[in-house]
Structure formats: structure tokens, C-alpha cells
């Protein structure tokens, strides 16, 4: 981690500026940097007292392993990333945790289909909004969303994620200078209120314990719009893909619970099955022209991706512990109460919204 990040970065259990202590320094150079506005880590002190010559020393000074402290409570820095949240849990959903820091162990390998989801969550994003933006990867995984956003001109882009996945996500981004990985709970945010300029949550609300936890700390610390994905309860489909939902549903309650390295090889067993022939049953329709009837088919959203990414997902799907669906009204009225005015993708996945905030 960089000394500077400190000027964001606050204490989750006190929320106060943070000190860094055993440091294990090294040199790897990095972009230029501004003096902070708030706090200078490096001096460990109010960002008035920093120099020029100080803000020199901190781009090129890399943090391998240490401590953060606020004076009473004290948070590792491990591999170069800070860590606010146990790998044991610390009060988080453990099985949520591990189930996800196993997915990202496993479903490691950056595919080119994420380009195309990439461009399916962001569509209704305006780049103008990304322009020298500091933004949150909110549940980043293993950096999937982040190694194509940090190539936008952004200023600073934090990955946040609760499990071990954030090692993978670390990897992933470890060639951009301007991304830093954080290991905290996305309900506990270590961000000082309002840092973010634009955030983003793709599929992790509805995995939460409690959502409205989640939102209610992205709402804190994003002072511009958020990005949400949250699974769609089929609302806009016919009646026959809920009655297979609920199937589905009562067959998760079984596999949820099984160890991850049997639901392992069962993602393999689901995807070559029921994933794999139903989205090349949807290309197969999409190529002789009746896309309409093609749409209607379940899973077709998956026709133009390749089987790994379909296992992953199948893996995902049928592997976490806790899974909550909504309607099109539900996630407008949850953002409205966190004061956001919710535009739609009309494009599969859904729901994704951007949230823009009400003034």
C-alpha cells in the first residue's frame, strides 16, 4: 500500500486517521503525487505539515507488510495490502466469506467474455462521470471489474473485498499504479464519508446478511453516483421462468451446503447440462432470426459466453450461502431512501441501475 491513501482511508472501528507503524518499506515507483488534502500518512500527521520534498519520497515508497492504528485498535498490512476484517470472520457471515474467497481462488483466470459483461454492466454509465474519478469497487472478487475500469481515466480506484479473493484481485492489478486493494467488510467501509466520486456494487448486495447494512455504508462514504447489480426476482419474464426459479431456489438450499470442493466439480456437472445447452439452444435461435422467441429461453443471456464463464457462474449461483432477488420498483425504492434517483439497463443482466444522487 501507499503512504497517501491514508488521506481516504479511516479507522472502520473509531473512524479516525490512522498511523502506520513496523513499517517494511520498499522502493516501487509510482504516479506523481499531490500533497493530501486531509492527512499526510507518511508524516503521520495533519496534511498541512507535508512538503514538497515529502510528497516526492511518498510516490516512489511501497508498504510490504506493517500495522495501521488509531491509537487503540490495530489493523495488519499484509502483501502489501491493509486488512480491516479477520480471515476468521470478525463478525462477518463466515460461509459468505469463504465461499467467495474459495469461488475467486478457483475462478481466477481473467476471460475475454468479461470484456463483454464489462460492457453490459457500464452501459449506462457516462464516461464523463469516470473522468479523474476516485472510485470503489465495491465486492471487487478478483478484480474482473476493476482491471477493465482502471484502464478508463480514472485517478484512483479502490478494490474492496471481505475474503482472500482480494490476493487474486492484488495480482490481477498489480501493473496499475493508480488501483489499491483494501480487505474490509463493504458494510464497515475504512473510508473517510463522501471520498468516492463514483462507486460500484455488482452482485454482492443480495449475497449480504443484511443489504441494507451494505447500502447504507456505500451511500456514506459515495458523494457521486453508484453502480448497483442486484439479482432481478423475473419480474419482467413469464410466468414459467418463476416457476422454475423456485425450483432452482429449493435446489440451492441443498447444494449451498455442501463443501465447496464438491460443489466444485457439480458447477462443471450443472453447466455442461442446463447452462451450456440452453444458451447454445438461444444462439442457435438468435442466428435463424427469432431472437424474440430466443430471449424468452432461460439462461439465454449466457449464448454469447464461453462454457468456463458459464461454470464459473453456475458455481456462483448454486454455491453461496445467501441469495436475495428484487423487482424493478423494490431497487428504485431502496435507492430512493439512500437518496439516489435510479436510471435502468433495459439489457440483460438485471437489475442494473446507476444511481445518480438528489440534491
Known amino acids: 500500500m501507499r503512504f497517501y491513501i491514508l488521506d481516504d482511508l479511516v479507522s472502520p472501528a473509531s473512524g479516525r486517521p490512522l498511523y502506520v507503524a513496523n513499517q517494511e518499506v520498499t522502493e516501487l515507483a509510482g504516479p506523481p503525487v499531490d500533497r493530501c488534502a486531509r492527512w499526510c500518512g507518511l508524516r503521520g500527521d495533519s496534511a498541512a505539515t507535508a512538503t514538497a520534498l515529502d510528497c516526492e519520497r511518498c510516490s ?13 485498535h490495530v489493523f495488519p498490512i499484509s502483501g502489501g495490502i491493509p486488512r480491516f476484517v479477520a480471515e476468521a470472520g470478525a463478525g462477518l457471515d463466515v460461509d459468505t466469506q469463504e465461499s467467495f474467497g474459495y469461488e475467486w481462488q478457483h475462478f481466477d483466470a481473467v476471460l475475454p467474455d468479461y470484456d463483454t459483461e464489462f460492457h ?15 472510485v470503489m469497487d465495491a465486492g471487487c472478487g478478483m478484480g474482473r471489474w476493476a482491471g477493465q475500469l482502471i484502464k478508463l481515466p480514472v485517478r484512483r480506484l479502490y478494490a474492496v473485498d471481505f475474503s482472500r479473493a482480494i490476493d487474486r484481485a492484488a495480482a490481477v492489478l498489480s501493473d496499475q499504479p493508480s488501483a489499491h486493494c483494501i480487505q474490509a467488510d463493504i458494510c464497515n467501509l475504512p473510508f473517510r464519508s463522501g471520498t468516492m466520486t463514483f462507486s460500484y456494487c455488482l452482485g454482492v448486495l443480495h449475497h449480504l446478511r443484511d443489504p441494507d447494512e451494505g447500502m447504507r455504508s456505500l451511500a456514506r462514504v ?7 447489480y442486484l439479482y432481478y426476482a423475473l419480474d419482467n419474464r413469464p410466468w414459467f421462468h418463476r416457476w422454475l426459479l423456485a425450483l432452482v431456489t429449493g435446489t440451492r438450499r441443498i447444494t449451498s451446503r455442501l463443501p465447496k470442493r464438491a460443489m466444485l466439480p457439480l458447477a462443471w456437472v450443472i453447466a455442461a447440462l442446463i447452462y451450456y445447452p440452453l444458451a447454445r439452444m438461444a444462439a442457435l435461435l438468435a442466428r435463424l432470426g427469432l431472437t424474440g422467441i430466443a430471449h424468452q429461453l ?8 464461453s462454457f468456463s464463464f458459464m461454470v464459473g457462474d453456475a458455481f456462483d449461483r448454486f454455491a453461496t450461502p445467501i441469495e436475495r432477488r428484487y423487482t424493478r420498483a423494490q431497487v428504485a425504492d431502496w435507492l430512493a431512501r439512500y437518496h439516489f434517483e435510479a436510471t435502468f439497463s433495459d439489457h440483460t443482466p438485471f437489475w442494473v441501475s446507476l444511481g445518480m444522487p438528489r440534491r
Open 120 to 134: 453490459n454492466y457500464f452501459r449506462i454509465v457516462p464516461r464523463e462521470i469516470l473522468q479523474d474519478a476516485v
Open 60 to 72: 516512489r515508497m511501497w508498504i510490504e507488510e506493517g500495522t495501521l492504528s488509531d491509537g487503540e
Open 298 to 305: 432461460p439462461l439465454s443471456h449466457y449464448r454469447a459466453y
Open 222 to 228: 459515495t458523494a457521486g453516483p453508484l453502480l448497483v
